[in-house]
Each structure stands twice: as C-alpha cells, then as structure tokens.
C-alpha cells in the first residue's frame, strides 16, 4: 500500500455492552479510492461497529480512529468526524417525501444568510445541483422527492452523504442502504459508487447481499461473533462461498466432537406438515422423541421464522403440528394452543423475547408452570425455589443464587436461565432459535449438553441455528432450507459439509429467481 | 426423592445436586462431561451482610420517615407529638389511598391512566346527585355510580387495548370528558349527603382509626397478595415486566390489559363513594386535584418494599410518608401552597430515587 495514511483506520475496537463483549480487537482500514464491503451474518457486530463509527455508542476504552491520519477523540462526537470527511447513507435513506430534491440534499447544512440566518434559496439550489453534477446525476433539485422511484431516491440519499466532501475527498458508509434494490437500478448504484470512488473518496458498503459484494467492492471485512473473520481481503482473491464460509464460521477452533455413534432411529412422533409462513414455504419434517434435529440454511433467506411458526409465536399461513399431546393448526393455534400440544420456544432474542430482566431468576424460571402447579387463589414458593435451584444446578448457572434478578447475569447465564424456564415445564417439543448466540464456550458447552439430556429423557428438540459447529456438535439430523426445495437432509453433518450445503441449496434457489417466473 | 428431601432444605439441594446434575456419562454422546456439574459447591451465595443490605434498601424509605417524624417533633414537640397528630395522618387519606391504587392497577402492566381522578370525581358526583336530588335509595346510588365507573374503564380499554390508541392520549381525553360529565350531572352546584349509617360505613372508629384505613389496608394487602401468591398476579408482574415475554408463555395480554384500565376505574369508582362518605358531597372541578398525590404515591411506592417495582404496600406506605411531611410542613405555619409544591416535589423526587434504587441494583 502506498505510504498514504488511510482514509478511515480503527484499530483495537472493543464494545461490551454489560457482560457481554460485542466487538472484540476490531479493526477496519478504508483507502482512499476504494469500496470497501462490510460483511457478517445478524449479530456479528456489524451494526454495532457502524454505531461506534458514527458516535451512537462510545467504544471500550483503548481504540484507535483515524480519518486521513488525524485521531479523532473518542468517545466519538459525530460533528468532529463529520467534518473530517465521514458521512452515513442509512438503511431507509431518510429522505422527507413532501419535500423537493434540494431540501433533502441540503437538509443538515442549508446555506443561510448572513444577516437573519434565513435560507438561502438560490445558494442552496445551486449546492444542489453541483452536488447532483458531481456524481452525474440529472435531476432537477424542484423535484418532490415522493415523485422519484427507487434508485433516483438512493441517488439523492448518497448525494446529500456526499454534499460536504471536498471532491476526492471524504468517506460515506451505505449501511445496507441498497438493499430495496435490485437488477439494473442496482447497478446503476453501482455505477455511481464507482464514479465517486473514481476521484479518490471511499465507500464503505455494509450488505447482505454476496454478489453485491463481490460485484462492487475492492476489499471486503468479515466479521464474525464480534470478531474479524477477515480483514480488507481483496475481492478478486474471494468467491460468494468463501465469504459465506467466513461469515458462518470457519472449521478452525472445532470446540465440540459430533456424537460419535448415531443415535438409534425412533419412530416419528412428531411431525410438521405444510408449513409456510411469510418468507418460508413448504416445510415438512418428522422426528421422533430423543432426537435433536437441526434446522438451518442462508442467513436471511426466511428459515429464521421457522421456530416462531412451530410454536405460534407468530401465525402461520398454513400448516400442522402434530405431537403425542394432539394436533395443532399453526394457523390459529397461539402460543397457548402450542403450549397446550407441549411445544414450546426458546427465541432468539433473550433481552427482548425470552426474559423479564428486572425480575428474578425464580421468577422467569417458574413463569410457564403457573397455571400448571398453582392453584388458582395460590401458587407455592417452595416449588419455585426448587424448581430454580434445581435448574441452577443442573444447567450450572451463576451466582447460584434464585433470587438475583436476571439483567445481573452474564449472557451465557441468561441463556441457560431461558433455557432452564422452558426445560422445567417438561415439554414434548423444544423449539430452539440461536440458543448458544453471544455466549461464551463453557455456557454453549452446557448448553449443548443440556439439549442431550433433555433429549435422552424424551424430549423431541429442534435446533434451528446457523452456527453449523453447533449443529454438527449437537444433532442426530440436520435439515437444510432453501426457497426452491424446501428443507432437505444434509448428506454430511460436518460444520464443513454444513455450510457448503447451506450454501449450494440456495445458490440453485438464486437462478430460478433471477429470471422471469 | 430421599426423606432428607422433606427434612432440610440443604439436604434436598444436595440430593438435587447427585440426582439430577450428574447424569452418568451419556452413551450418546463423546462430549467430555462438565466438570464443574459433579463439584460441590456452597450451598448458597448470599450472605446475611448481602441480605441486611438488601433489607436497608428496600426499607430505606421507612428510615427517612422516622427521620422527618422526628424532626418535626423535636421542632415542634407540643403541636406534633400526640395520638391526634397520628390519626390526622392516618385517618384521612383512605379516598387518596384507593385512587392511588386505582392508578396502580394499570401501571403494574405496563400501561398509564390519567381519567382515574375523573373517574373518582364521577362517581362521587352521582352519589349525592342521585340520592338527595332525585331520591333514590343510597346502596342504589353507590351501584349506579360503579356502574359508571366500570363503563369509564370500558371506554378506556376499548380505545387503548381494542384500537390500540396511545394511552396517554386516549386517558387525556377521556379524564376530560368524564370531568365534563360530572359537571354535567351536578349542574355545577354541590349536593351533599348526610346520612349517618353511610358516614358510619368510612368513619366508624376502630382502635382510634375510622374504618376507611382499614378499607385501604386490606385492599393493598389484598392486592399484593393476588400479585405475589395468585397465577394471574404473577402473570399480570410479567406484563409489566416485559409484554413479549408474557405472550410466548401463552399469557393473553391484551385481555390483562384491559383487565387493568376496568379494575382501576372500578378502585376509582370506590374512592368516590368512599369521598363522599367521609365528607358528604364532591365538587367534580377539585378532582384534578387528587391526581398528583396519588401518582406521586405510586411512584414513591417503587422505592419502598419491592424496591424499583410497582407494588401496592409500597403505595400504602408512600401516602402516608407524603402526608406526614405535609401534615408537618402545615403545623409550621406553611399552608395552602405547601400541598402542590410539597405532592409536585415529592413525584420528582420519588421517581429520581425510585431509578437510583433501580441502578443500584443492576450494579449490584
């Protein structure tokens, strides 16, 4: 590299919120005159490093920030970064409907004037207009934003990230900004990301989508459970496959062996038949109890509503249940109805979905046996507290103290304390969505074990993960979703194997796709 | 299980700890077994120093009380100290007691009110309407108006749960509205009752109190009861807590909520009866005024008992504290504003410590 200081350097990257380490010694190195991509699965710590970049949270002390050489203060005042040259397309680009072209451009630096700090129209129309000049967009600054279709919209949104960039200087960061995108208009974004970079400014592009990715950026940034799982490789070096393969985690580190014998075939004893929701069609599965069967597939391509749909969280469009406790329509069961048949969830979301943080460990772990163990005018505390202290001991959760409230343990102990609420109930199917995410090894070992267990004494549980360590350290089965077959037995239950085919089963589903159906 | 199970808690740990935590080795499985599951560990981490601190916060308000009685007394030992000082505080406030855990009801799930001072003047408006202009039977009366208070919740609920409309917005309005209908029914002149047996039913003296502390005794203690030992009361806490959370454990929340908005009204219904008991007749237009304290009771509460978490005992004890410092700030000489700056201050300053509190704690 030339002897240039970089355009955006950050070193030595750290965040935890709590207990939990986020973002562990990331670092991001952004030239001048390139694109650079930002890739990571939900969860990697990809929002999060663009919160810290733009001043939203203050990283753990220690980092290092850089724009064109200059260290910028930290905890980051968004002002001071801003003048230095960094700008922020966000998602929903932020552009008001009601307004013309040169406001949203302008909006955040209006040229006023100086008497009365009233706007200056006529300088704030020709700011505009050279701006929209500079990056070859033809569009009159009168225009109503409502009136502009999608990629015009994400023009003007880029043109007002790029209003107070000294030409072939500055940085804008498109955080998935193109993802309502596609075909030609994205393209055409493309085009114009290209033309910026062309005079020496940089583009930092955060995207799910792999071939855009690979089809527009110089370098590419993987991130991975918060750390860099790759960084500034150059593009030409990758393909699609290798980058998911880093996102998804590499077979490096193998912390758990697969069960080395697999387990003795059951008959059935729970079947899903018909199951489609919002963005996953066609799942059919059967399993028997004492199984653990994994779910996975591409990140965002729909399998994440799967353990929602099975459960009632969220209703299906169609589908059936069906347990030894009875059948159940996924359509109009409710969470109830599911609960009733003996499924139960443990989501995704601990914080937001899965425990009540202000209250205590008892408390949330005894909440789905209410009805069950009280009465109507009385529940006991004697069965709580055993019920709590039991499963403290058995899933070794710490402080081993009942009564501690929840928002004081560390995530791999909330987790197990999820986990604990729902094993105590004694269900027939345990639905599980990411259980072992943002906890550290030990808790993800227990965790993993306790699934065993669980199993070994009758449960049916189904993992839906996309951690396929997991998934090959703990499953009898593991099923792969994609949108043109549904779910399908992966051949090989090897983390390696896993991701290739996690992989493979929607490379065919893009095909079909792109072409008129 | 062992007999041990039933003879000491720590032998039925232990029997918990070999029985269920240390599965043999799992055939299944070539994971090594965890280690820590076969250590025995102490059998619990508190400790008494842990649990006296966690007494002195949660009683913490009880030691400013003392403090501020003694204050007063020592300032003013001939006017303060004496049984009348004490059934001026006690004895007055049942009315502002049941508001104040009208206004509990909904914030224990989560949701907000604002009609139910309103609701309490409607309610104490129609009484005396009812029975000294158009001469109606009294207990009639009392129905009525809880008729009206339960059709106010309904309101309520039905724009709040039903069309999901925010509720600060939707209490807003409807506290005016009900205002407005008080007003109406009053003709904006003040009826009042006077009939013994019904003053007797608030006034009655047991032990040197009226009859209405204890009213207000047992409905706190009732109510922390069905919220500590009643699966509905647990459930209710985890819609408070967090509304997602009581959905996937197969809560209906939404019908807890509208549960709530209908029971507040009905406590507030009560309050108006039990006003108008105690004093005859009700002015709709001063009901606004009965807002602040009792919001400033229920958030005062938070610190206290259950500290960071709306609870009805720490309601109970909260409209004393603030009376006790009004009753005493009166005695010096200070009256009229003392009450609005005194109810105004404290909300502030009960919400501030209330977050303390709840601070403290996370770093506990």
Same mark, same amino acid.
């Given at each position: 590299m030339s002897a240039d200081p970089a355009r955006l350097q950050v070193r030595a990257l750290n965040k935890t919120f709590g207990s939990v380490?986020?973002? $562990?010694?990331v670092e991001l190195t952004v030239a001048g005159g390139e694109v650079h991509g930002l890739a990571g699965q939900n969860g990697s710590g990809k929002s999060t490093l663009i919160k810290i970049l733009t001043g939203l949270y203050p990283p753990d002390p220690g980092a290092d920030y850089h724009v064109d050489g200059r260290a910028m203060r930290l905890p980051v005042r968004w002002p001071e970064v801003h003048a230095a040259g960094i700008s922020v397309v966000h998602q929903d680009l932020g552009?008001? /409907?009601?307004?013309?072209v040169a406001e949203n451009i302008c909006i955040g630096g209006f040229p006023t +004037?100086?008497?009365?700090?009233?706007?200056d129209r006529n300088r704030r129309d020709r700011l505009a207009t050279r701006t929209l000049e500079r990056l070859g967009v033809e569009l009159d &600054?009168? %225009?109503?934003?409502?009136?502009?279709n999608a990629p015009e919209r994400a023009e003007i949104a880029i043109a007002r990230a790029m209003r107070d960039h000294a030409p072939g200087g500055g940085l804008i960061i498109? /955080? =998935? +900004? $193109?993802?309502a995108l596609s075909g030609d208009d994205l393209t055409r974004i493309h085009t114009m990301l290209r033309r910026i970079t062309a005079d020496g400014s940089a583009a930092l592009l955060i995207s799910h989508n792999l071939a855009e990715l690979m089809a527009v950026t110089d370098r590419i940034t993987i991130l991975r459970d918060g750390r860099?799982?790759?960084?500034?490789?150059r593009t030409a070096d990758l393909s699609e496959e290798e980058i998911a393969r880093r996102m998804l985690g590499s077979?490096?580190?193998? %912390?758990m062996a697969r069960p080395a014998t697999p387990t003795t075939v059951k008959p059935p004893t729970v079947t899903v038949t018909g199951l489609a929701g919002r963005h996953v069609r066609d799942v059919e599965f059967a399993l028997g109890a004492g199984e653990i069967l994994g779910i996975t597939g591409l990140?965002?391509?729909?399998? =994440? =509503?799967i353990p929602y749909l099975l459960t009632g969280a969220q209703a299906a469009t169609s589908g059936v249940i069906t347990t030894p406790a009875g059948t159940v329509d996924?359509?109009?069961?409710g969470v109830l109805g599911c609960l009733r048949a003996g499924v139960v969830l443990v989501p995704e979301r601990r914080d937001r /979905?899965?425990?009540?943080?202000?209250?205590n460990l008892r408390d949330n772990i005894s909440l789905p046996a209410l009805r069950q163990r009280g009465r109507p005018w009385f529940v006991g505390r004697a069965w709580q507290r055993h019920d709590a202290e039991a499963a403290l001991d058995s899933l070794d959760?710490?402080?081993?103290?009942? +009564?501690?409230?929840?928002?004081?343990?560390?995530g791999g102990n909330q987790q197990k304390v999820l986990l604990a609420k729902w094993l105590t109930r004694g269900p027939a199917v345990l639905v599980l969505h990411? &259980?072992?995410?943002?906890? /550290?090894v030990g808790a993800r070992r227990d965790i993993l074990h306790a699934l065993r267990r669980a199993a070994n004494s009758g449960v049916a549980v189904i993992l839906i993960s996309s951690e396929a360590e997991d998934l090959a350290a703990a499953c009898d089965r593991v099923l792969v979703y994609s949108a043109a077959s549904g779910v399908v037995d992966a051949a090989s239950t090897t983390p390696d194997g896993l991701i290739d085919q996690i992989y493979q089963a929607d490379a065919c589903r893009t095909e079909p796709e792109g072409s008129p159906a | 299980m062992t007999l041990s199970d039933q003879t000491n808690k720590t032998s039925a740990r232990e029997s918990v700890v070999h029985g269920i935590?240390?599965?043999?080795?799992?055939?299944? !499985?070539?994971?090594?077994?965890?280690?820590? #599951?076969?250590t025995a560990r102490p059998a619990?981490?508190?400790?008494t120093g842990d649990r006296l601190r966690s007494i002195g916060s949660r009683y913490a308000l009880i030691g400013v009380w003392i403090v501020m009685a003694v204050v007063y007394g020592a300032i003013m030992p001939d006017k303060f100290l004496g049984t009348s000082t004490a059934q001026a505080i006690f004895g007055s406030q049942s009315a502002l007691l049941f508001l104040a855990v009208a206004a509990l009801c909904t914030f224990v799930v989560g949701e907000f009110d604002l009609s139910f001072a309103s609701v309490m003047g409607l309610s104490a408006t129609i009484i005396p309407v009812l029975s000294t202009?158009?001469?109606?039977n009294l207990a009639l009366a009392c129905l009525i108006a809880l008729l009206a208070a339960l059709g106010c919740g309904l309101i309520n609920a039905l724009f709040i749960?039903?069309? @999901?409309?925010p509720s600060l917005i939707v209490t807003l309005g409807t506290a005016s509205l009900f205002l407005g209908l008080a007003e109406l029914i009053s003709s904006s002149t003040i009826v009042s009752v006077s009939n013994k047996t019904f003053s007797d039913i608030a006034l009655h003296n047991v032990l040197g109190l009226p009859l209405s502390f204890y009213y207000g005794l047992i409905l706190c203690a009732g109510f922390a009861y069905v919220l500590t030992w009643m699966p509905i009361g647990r459930h209710i806490v985890f819609v408070g807590a967090n509304r997602e959370v009581a959905r996937l454990a197969g809560i209906n929340v939404d019908r807890i909520r509208a549960g709530s908005y209908i029971v507040a009204s009905l406590v507030a219904g009560l309050a108006g009866i039990l006003l108008v008991a105690t004093v005859? @007749?009700?002015?709709?237009? #001063? !009901?606004? !005024?009965y807002l602040l304290p009792a919001l400033a009771a229920v958030f005062l509460g938070t610190?206290?008992?259950?500290?960071g978490q709306f609870n009805p005992m720490g309601t109970f004890l909260g409209i004393y504290f603030l009376e006790t410092g009004i009753l005493g700030l009166q005695l010096l000489g200070?009256?009229?504003?003392v009450q609005d700056a005194f109810y105004g201050a404290g909300l502030v300053v009960a919400v501030t410590v209330a977050s303390l509190v709840r601070n403290r704690t996370r770093t506990a």
């Open positions: 380490q986020v973002l $562990t010694d552009l008001l /409907d009601q307004l013309t +004037s100086r008497v009365l700090g009233r706007i &600054p009168a %225009t109503l934003v409502a009136s502009l498109l /955080d =998935e +900004s $193109t993802r860099l799982a790759g960084a500034g490789l077979s490096l580190g193998q %912390t990140p965002g391509n729909g399998y =994440e =509503e996924l359509t109009r069961a /979905d899965g425990l009540a943080f202000e209250l959760i710490r402080p081993r103290n009942p +009564s501690i409230l929840v928002k004081q343990l560390s990411e &259980p072992t995410q943002a906890v /550290d | 935590d240390a599965p043999p080795p799992d055939p299944n !499985s070539d994971l090594p077994p965890s280690a820590v #599951a076969v619990t981490t508190t400790t202009l158009h001469h109606l749960v039903k069309l @999901g409309v005859g @007749g009700f002015d709709p237009t #001063a !009901s606004s !005024s610190a206290i008992v259950m500290p200070y009256t009229g504003w």
